[in-house]
């Protein structure tokens, strides 16, 4: 390689860069968790059951109809207070999917330091499952009677 073209590789950085060579960002990590730090914040003050500042689901309001979605906000008030019952009552999907969204956070992070795509292997028939989990649980919270009524927020 000439020594023009190793100055110019140098001051540019290679075109295009390849996967762990890019820099780290501090600045943007800390934005995004001062950001999450504040939305906890705004939850933990401000319960969404009483304030209407917060979004509405345009599903619920359109069709009538719960998605999986709906409680999040208000299980998630009820988690940073601690209780954990209650964050179940509003969202029971919500509250059993957070060890594995942590496990998931932990292995990208440790794959990520470790130069690796972040999540590279998470195989299709878990995002089937998950798929599938999420429309039985949108089905059955829906129910008409007491059946569904366990899982409505």
Do not use: D
């Not at 906890?40 to 009538?64: D, E, M, R, W």
Request: hydrophobic share 50%; charged share 10%.
């Amino acid at each position: 390689m000439s020594t023009k073209a190793a100055a110019a590789e140098e001051i540019c950085g290679r075109i295009p860069p390849r996967y762990g060579e890019t820099q780290q960002r501090p600045a943007v990590w800390f934005v995004v968790s001062a950001l999450l730090l504040a939305g906890a914040a705004v939850l933990y003050f401000f319960n969404p059951a009483q304030f209407s500042f917060y979004p509405i689901c345009f599903f619920h309001k359109a069709t009538g109809l719960l998605c999986p979605g709906c409680g999040t906000l208000r299980a998630t008030h009820q988690l940073l207070h601690g209780h954990i019952g209650a964050a179940f009552r509003f969202n029971a999907l919500f509250v059993f999917s957070l060890p594995f969204a942590a496990w998931a956070c932990v292995k990208a992070a440790r794959n990520r330091a470790s130069n690796k795509p972040a999540l590279a292997s998470i195989r299709l028939g878990w995002l089937w499952l998950g798929f599938a989990i999420l429309v039985l649980f949108t089905i059955l919270r829906n129910l008409p009677g007491a059946s569904g009524y366990w899982l409505a927020p």
